[in-house]
């Protein structure tokens, strides 16, 4: 009764009423963001926008979630190139705080992308335009010119009259005037459009917090047996909250609640295999191959890759919310189902259950591995996970403010 009393505590600090319509809308920079987010003609073939590997209602790519035994990774704007790695939901991204190493724990936190190789959303929002197997753009001034016109294509872009007059009231940039060949010029507008972009990210599109769990903690909604069977797992005898934090917290300002964001931004090597069908790409290191981290204390590995000794393997840890919406899983797809990562989790480790781990260096077998959950309890846990999906509330429980509080 204590426990439940504390929860309804908690909930009571998060909601009162739902949030007010007007607290959703978005501002000028987000809805200028939220069109250059879905604008296919921003890649190369015309094909692909940051939607296409981000898409509602999960915010990750729905071509995996189709087939997520087949299809592990993303295709880009070209046919036939694909990603290395699975793309991870972009809702609740923005949350993350910059890259930094937590000195009192010992360990790196925050960033973007599955190695936090980017500070902020706006520095994620600016690579995928320019890698060759995403929207494959040969520089930041063909992706400045598609805004108007495709440079490859030669097509008009239907959004142009929306860009000209949202870079002009948003930045003060009136894109008719854009000279292509000052380089100074194109790096700033090209950082304008990724800002715009990562507002969009910060929205209350991305980050709603609407769902089962969230009306459970303000006391709204009533679990089933298997649903609260699999949340006593997930924070009891499958150690899952130990990284994925389930229980309200207060914002960086220390003073505005904060519901559970399901992660702790750090690094860790879960000792997944090698995905047969992504044998041909080089051996993932995740954090560790990063050569700025490396530098801290390099290991000469077999392959000849050099890498940090203490942070090879290491790839972040994402957001649970919409987890049962983003197959599949893991950073490099392994998983297709919710059941099958719960039952890696569960006998990880146990010899002859699993192939080596891609990278044998710090694999975690503290926190997961041998858990001795029964295929129940492994079911309970996957039915839990199902409540943390958005859109069961109509609106937001709480006003976006610090909402989030990261550039």
Not at 30 to 56: I, R, V
Not at 82 to 108: E, I
Not at 375 to 389: G, I, K, P, R, Y
Request: hydrophobic share 40%; net charge negative; with cysteine.
């Amino acid at each position: 009764m204590v426990k439940k009393m504390g929860r309804l505590f908690l909930g009571m600090l998060l909601v009162t009423t739902l949030v007010s319509p007007a607290l959703a809308e978005l501002t000028p920079k987000q809805q200028l963001g939220k069109t250059l987010y879905f604008d296919e003609m921003l890649s190369w073939n015309a094909n692909q926008a940051c939607a296409s590997c981000h898409f509602p209602p999960g915010f990750a790519d729905p071509r995996n979630a189709a087939d997520p035994i087949n299809a592990p990774v993303s295709e880009g704007s070209v046919p036939g190139l694909f990603g290395g790695r699975n793309a991870p939901s972009s809702a609740y991204a923005a949350f993350s705080p910059f890259f930094h190493w937590d000195a009192v724990n010992g360990l790196f936190v925050g960033g973007q992308f599955w190695d936090g190789r980017e500070n902020n959303l706006t520095g994620q929002a600016m690579g995928p335009f320019l890698n060759p197997v995403e929207m494959a753009m040969p520089d930041k001034a063909s992706v400045l010119q598609a805004l108007t016109s495709h440079p490859n294509l030669a097509t008009v872009n239907p959004n142009a009259a929306t860009y000209q007059t949202g870079f002009l009231a948003v930045f003060g940039v009136d894109l008719s005037t854009l000279d292509p060949t000052n380089r100074i010029e194109v790096d700033a507008v090209y950082e304008m459009l990724a800002d715009a972009i990562a507002a969009f990210e910060k929205s209350y599109e991305l980050n709603q917090f609407t769902s089962k769990y969230d009306a459970w903690l303000a006391g709204l909604y009533v679990m089933t047996k298997q649903e609260e069977k699999g949340l006593k797992i997930f924070t009891g005898k499958a150690k899952c909250n130990l990284c994925h934090l389930s229980t309200p917290t207060l914002a960086p300002d220390g003073i505005t609640p904060q519901p559970p964001l399901f992660t702790d931004f750090t690094y860790d090597n879960l000792g997944i295999p090698k995905n047969p069908l992504l044998a041909a790409n080089p051996t993932d290191y995740g954090l560790g191959g990063l050569p700025n981290i490396a530098a801290y204390d390099p290991l000469t590995m077999t392959d000849g890759a050099v890498v940090s000794a203490t942070n090879a393997g290491k790839f972040k840890v994402m957001t649970l919310r919409n987890i049962a919406l983003t197959a599949p899983y893991g950073h490099n797809g392994y998983f297709a189902t919710l059941k099958d990562i719960i039952h890696f989790y569960n006998t990880a480790g146990i010899p002859g259950m699993w192939p080596a781990p891609e990278v044998a260096l710090n694999v975690n077998r503290a926190e997961l591995g041998d858990l001795r959950l029964t295929n129940e309890q492994e079911n309970d846990l996957v039915a839990f996970l199902q409540t943390l999906s958005d859109g069961f509330l109509p609106a937001p429980l709480t006003a976006p403010v610090p909402y989030p509080p990261f550039p």
